[in-house]
């Protein structure tokens, strides 16, 4: 009996699957996901001719970032995203900031300096926006103290 309820358990519920979900979609552990909109501001240093916001559904596993392309323009929930990411990219040595716009209080923005790549992203409600940039801020700063000790000045 009590084996019988634990695969009903399985199966019903919908974040058990979802938890199943991450354990083949991602390498390593999630930690944080949700469907965010992102606006491309900057590409290689120049602003795109058009910028419009696309929705996908985002996974920070360590320090890579993964967008997963909607199935449909009402995409809320992670089954109506693909199972396979559009791209991914390490944000070692990127920054994060809150955008600081008092009519969009979920907006951060996450700049690739190195690259000239500069993204709006929109999480849907402030707390949101600040777990984002909580856990990027953390993603964004790690592996710097990998930095030889020669190659750093305390001036």
């Known amino acids: ?37 992102r606006k491309t501001l900057l590409k290689e ?21 993964f967008y997963y392309a909607a199935k449909s323009l009402k995409a809320t929930e992670r089954k109506h995203f693909k199972s396979t990411p559009a791209k991914n990219v390490s944000v070692v040595g990127w920054m994060v900031m809150m955008a600081d716009d008092p009519e969009h209080p979920d907006l951060f923005l996450l700049t690739d300096s190195e690259r000239g790549n500069s993204y709006k992203f929109q999480a849907g409600n402030r707390m949101n926006a600040m777990l984002w940039f909580k856990h990027l801020s953390a993603a964004c700063q790690s592996n710097r103290q990998q930095v030889p000790a020669n190659l750093m000045t305390f001036e």
Do not use: F
Request: proline content about 3%.
């Open 1 to 37: 009996m009590a084996r019988n309820g634990y695969r009903g358990h399985m199966k019903g519920n919908s974040s058990a699957e979802s938890e199943d979900l991450a354990v083949h979609l991602y390498p390593g552990a999630v930690t944080i996901q949700g469907v965010l909109r």
């Open 45 to 65: 240093g120049k602003k795109p001719t058009v910028a419009s916001w696309t929705k996908y559904w985002a996974a920070l596993c360590g320090t890579q970032l």
